[in-house]
């Protein structure tokens, strides 16, 4: 990802959401050495960080609170500011953040539209808060093969960027790109990426990598992901034909079926909706969810699989001899997208870096 950018662009790695899944601070431990920030939704995650001895200035992306801010180091965290709110929060806590003003231009989530923008200069010049950046968001940059939207969200932003620096001056920090702007508009990147999904191997959407595939041909660089999700075989067992599976007898056996059972459910975040769609992995041989996946349990078909025992690993996410299912795949199924797939393992799953 990095090769990517001009040499004086600064890499931020968002690894909110357990790191999408990954685990906080097994992946931060991993990527200190090579990026510039980290990126974390909340102040709780950016105390997790600071608290861990992970060395690396963080930018908190989501809304902070006044009553968090005292468990924050302003010498180690930089707050996103898209309120006047918290302007005012600042000044009246007598707290000295670096402050990075997101700015709307065409997604309507966080961003001060230009009115506010013009008030939240002003005030930050009388309170003498310390202003470092500028960014924007990006709405319809990874759903799609048509970027006349987002190239649209970057002129406006470039046109706010202009303004910003007639009233206040140039500041050091300019982001607009996420994974898919990063991989594909070189003139999104200004001073600073922040790159989430594909840093865990993973493309942003099927159309990120066909416009990808686009430019630099099937040969291009690829991406690989770092993560499996593992479980164990628990039960084996025979059941004849005919016979119900799981709650609310949604599945019949068509056959004489060998039925295995894992200790993995939605509880640990493996998707209800993949109840009777699932694929898992045993033997490097794909095995089909059969009836509804239960909170801590789930069923799997394991006729056609020979030689498995109770104790066999079984990948719920991971490649196994010629066979793989991954995030995509399981999104898919679930009519999901990878991102929610993966930061939805849940916290109690153990990571484990190899
Ligand atoms: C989550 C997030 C990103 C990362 O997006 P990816 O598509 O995962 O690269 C970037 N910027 C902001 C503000 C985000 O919330």
Same mark, same amino acid.
């Not at 034909?241 to 004489?256: A, V, W």
């Not at 001899?321 to 991954?326: A, I, N, Q």
């Given at each position: 990802?990095?090769?990517?950018?001009?040499?004086?662009?600064?890499?931020?790695?968002?690894?909110?959401? *357990?790191?999408?899944?990954?685990?906080?601070? =097994?992946?931060?431990?991993?990527?200190?050495?090579?990026?510039?920030?980290?990126?974390?939704?909340?102040? =709780?995650?950016?105390?997790?960080?600071?608290?861990?001895g992970i060395d690396c200035q963080i930018l908190i992306l989501g809304p902070v609170f006044s009553h968090q801010l005292p468990i924050l180091n302003p010498a180690r965290v930089h707050l996103t500011?898209?309120?006047?709110?918290?302007?005012?929060?600042?000044?009246?806590?007598?707290?000295?953040?670096?402050?990075?003003?997101?700015?709307?231009?065409?997604?309507?989530?966080?961003?001060?539209?230009?009115?506010?923008?013009?008030?939240?200069?002003?005030?930050? /010049?009388?309170?003498?808060?310390?202003?470092?950046?500028?960014?924007?968001?990006?709405? *319809?940059?990874?759903?799609?093969?048509?970027?006349?939207?987002?190239?649209?969200?970057?002129?406006?932003?470039?046109?706010?960027? *202009?303004?910003?620096?007639? /009233? $206040?001056?140039?500041?050091?920090?300019?982001?607009?790109? +996420?994974?898919?702007?990063?991989?594909?508009?070189?003139?999104?990147?200004?001073?600073?990426?922040?790159?989430?999904?594909?840093?865990?191997?993973?493309?942003?959407?099927?159309?990120?990598?066909?416009?990808?595939?686009?430019?630099?041909?099937?040969? @291009?660089?690829?991406?690989?992901?770092?993560?499996?999700?593992?479980?164990?075989?628990?039960?084996?067992?025979?059941?004849?034909?005919?016979?119900?599976?799981?709650?609310? +007898?949604?599945?019949?056996?068509?056959?004489?079926?060998?039925?295995?059972?894992?200790? $993995?459910?939605?509880?640990? @975040?493996?998707?209800?909706?993949?109840?009777?769609?699932?694929?898992?992995?045993?033997?490097?041989?794909?095995?089909?969810?059969?009836?509804?996946?239960?909170?801590?349990?789930?069923?799997?078909?394991?006729?056609?699989?020979?030689?498995?025992?109770?104790?066999?690993?079984?990948?719920? $996410?991971?490649?196994?001899?010629?066979?793989?299912?991954?995030?995509?795949?399981?999104?898919?199924?679930?009519?999901?997208? *990878?991102?929610?797939?993966?930061?939805?393992? &849940?916290? &109690?799953?153990?990571?484990?870096?190899?």
């Amino acid at each position: 990802m990095k090769d990517l950018l001009h040499k004086d662009t600064k890499f931020l790695a968002v690894i909110k959401a *357990n790191a999408y899944g990954h685990g906080l601070l =097994q992946i931060a431990k991993l990527l200190e050495p090579y990026v510039d920030f980290f990126g974390v939704h909340s102040a =709780q995650e950016a105390y997790t960080l600071l608290k861990s001895g992970i060395d690396c200035q963080i930018l908190i992306l989501g809304p902070v609170f006044s009553h968090q801010l005292p468990i924050l180091n302003p010498a180690r965290v930089h707050l996103t500011c898209s309120t006047l709110h918290l302007i005012e929060a600042l000044h009246n806590n007598g707290f000295s953040f670096p402050l990075h003003l997101k700015v709307e231009t065409g997604t309507y989530r966080q961003g001060f539209v230009l009115e506010d923008l013009e008030k939240a200069l002003k005030k930050i /010049k009388e309170y003498g808060l310390p202003l470092v950046g500028l960014s924007t968001h990006f709405a *319809n940059i990874e759903d799609t093969l048509d970027h006349s939207y987002a190239k649209e969200q970057l002129r406006k932003y470039k046109e706010i960027k *202009n303004l910003v620096e007639k /009233k $206040i001056g140039k500041l050091q920090f300019y982001h607009t790109a +996420c994974s898919a702007a990063v991989l594909l508009f070189p003139e999104t990147h200004f001073s600073l990426v922040r790159s989430g999904i594909s840093i865990y191997g993973y493309w942003p959407s099927r159309e990120t990598k066909l416009s990808w595939q686009y430019k630099f041909g099937e040969d @291009g660089p690829q991406l690989k992901p770092v993560l499996s999700w593992k479980t164990l075989l628990s039960e084996i067992k025979w059941v004849k034909k005919g016979e119900y599976i799981g709650y609310g +007898c949604t599945y019949k056996t068509t056959r004489k079926t060998k039925l295995g059972v894992l200790p $993995i459910g939605y509880y640990d @975040g493996y998707d209800r909706k993949l109840s009777n769609k699932g694929i898992v992995l045993i033997k490097g041989q794909r095995a089909p969810v059969l009836g509804r996946v239960c909170m801590n349990l789930l069923m799997v078909d394991l006729t056609d699989i020979e030689d498995v025992s109770v104790g066999d690993v079984v990948y719920l $996410i991971g490649e196994e001899g010629e066979e793989k299912v991954t995030a995509d795949t399981l999104a898919d199924l679930a009519q999901t997208i *990878n991102y929610e797939i993966l930061s939805r393992i &849940s916290i &109690s799953v153990p990571r484990i870096v190899i």
